[in-house]
């Protein structure tokens, strides 16, 4: 695969499905064309539509630029990097670039790991209006999965996380993300997980608005998974100072992240 391959998807925007997006955090709220838009909201359009054969063996879709990103079976996303340059706005068209920026493979005792970069860039008339990278981790099958670091400090502010399967339902088809840790038990037990797995991005989403509560807005956000959330576990969105993070049972930390 060469680094220079480009994926180009263009969408309207759909002020609707911005109102499915509020809906799924919680949040019952009408969306006017031109409404500026919360923070990974984007990341509810540009769908890439294509058949079940398209899909691997975990239900995922490859990125859809020329070959698979890595032949090795199971997908994490393991982190990430946004810039907002201008207003995500609702009801305007907008076009997506994506393209792989970089690409390792490294070795170690969980067997071979490729970690790839990709570099997603949102424009609307013309101008950009965001910058997102993503690392992604492929691993092999039977290896075993994160298992974090236990948080130490202590927590300025604190608030319960209550997810139930209806929120993961909607967020999955509001990503158009078919990946079957999130919804097929059996194979994520069989994956290495405990259970059903919270997807990283709606954690990401939930600790970025919790910052916007306490910065006003959000202007840059960079994120680590660092061991999978389940379903039913109990956890917390943490904030102490700048300093952002998931915590889980036995105040495992899911997803640490620094905000500005």
Same mark, same amino acid.
């Given at each position: 695969?060469?680094?220079?391959?480009?994926?180009?998807?263009?969408?309207?925007?759909?002020?609707?499905?911005?109102?499915?997006?509020?809906?799924?955090?919680?949040?019952?709220?009408?969306?006017?064309?031109?409404?500026?838009?919360?923070?990974?909201?984007?990341?509810?359009?540009?769908?890439?539509?294509?058949? @079940?054969? %398209? &899909?691997?063996?975990?239900?995922? !879709? =490859?990125?859809?630029?020329?070959?698979?990103? +890595?032949?090795? *079976?199971?997908?994490?996303?393991?982190?990430?990097?946004?810039?907002?340059?201008?207003?995500?706005?609702?009801?305007?068209?907008?076009?997506?670039?994506?393209?792989?920026?970089?690409?390792?493979?490294?070795?170690?005792?969980?067997?071979?790991?490729?970690?790839?970069?990709?570099?997603?860039?949102?424009?609307? @008339?013309? %101008? &950009?209006?965001?910058?997102?990278? !993503? =690392?992604?981790?492929?691993?092999?099958?039977? +290896?075993?999965? *994160?298992?974090?670091?236990?948080?130490?400090?202590?927590?300025?502010?604190?608030?319960?996380?209550?997810?139930?399967?209806?929120?993961?339902?909607?967020?999955?088809?509001?990503?158009?993300?078919?990946?079957?840790?999130?919804?097929?038990?059996?194979?994520?037990?069989?994956?290495?997980?405990?259970?059903?797995?919270?997807?990283?991005?709606?954690?990401?989403?939930?600790?970025?608005?919790?910052?916007?509560?306490?910065?006003?807005?959000?202007?840059?956000?960079?994120?680590?998974?660092?061991?999978?959330?389940?379903?039913?576990?109990?956890?917390?969105?943490?904030?102490?100072?700048?300093?952002?993070?998931?915590?889980?049972?036995?105040?495992?930390?899911?997803?640490?992240?620094?905000?500005?």
């Amino acid at each position: 695969m060469s680094l220079a391959e480009t994926l180009t998807l263009n969408d309207r925007i759909d002020p609707a499905r911005a109102e499915a997006w509020f809906a799924t955090l919680g949040q019952a709220c009408p969306v006017d064309v031109g409404a500026i838009l919360p923070p990974f909201a984007h990341l509810a359009y540009f769908w890439n539509p294509a058949g @079940r054969e %398209a &899909l691997g063996v975990d239900g995922h !879709q =490859d990125a859809g630029i020329g070959k698979p990103l +890595s032949e090795l *079976p199971m997908r994490m996303w393991a982190g990430g990097r946004v810039q907002w340059h201008a207003p995500f706005r609702a009801g305007v068209a907008a076009k997506k670039l994506s393209r792989p920026v970089g690409m390792t493979r490294k070795s170690g005792r969980s067997g071979k790991l490729d970690f790839v970069t990709m570099r997603h860039e949102v424009f609307q @008339r013309g %101008a &950009l209006v965001l910058t997102e990278d !993503q =690392d992604l981790v492929y691993r092999e099958a039977g +290896s075993a999965t *994160p298992q974090g670091l236990v948080e130490t400090g202590e927590a300025d502010e604190r608030r319960a996380l209550k997810l139930d399967a209806a929120t993961l339902f909607r967020f999955s088809a509001l990503t158009f993300n078919a990946h079957r840790i999130h919804y097929d038990v059996e194979y994520a037990r069989d994956a290495g997980y405990g259970g059903i797995v919270v997807h990283g991005p709606l954690l990401a989403t939930l600790l970025a608005l919790f910052a916007a509560e306490h910065l006003g807005a959000v202007t840059a956000f960079s994120f680590r998974a660092t061991a999978p959330l389940v379903l039913g576990d109990v956890a917390w969105l943490c904030r102490a100072g700048d300093r952002y993070w998931v915590e889980g049972s036995r105040r495992r930390v899911s997803m640490t992240a620094e905000a500005r």
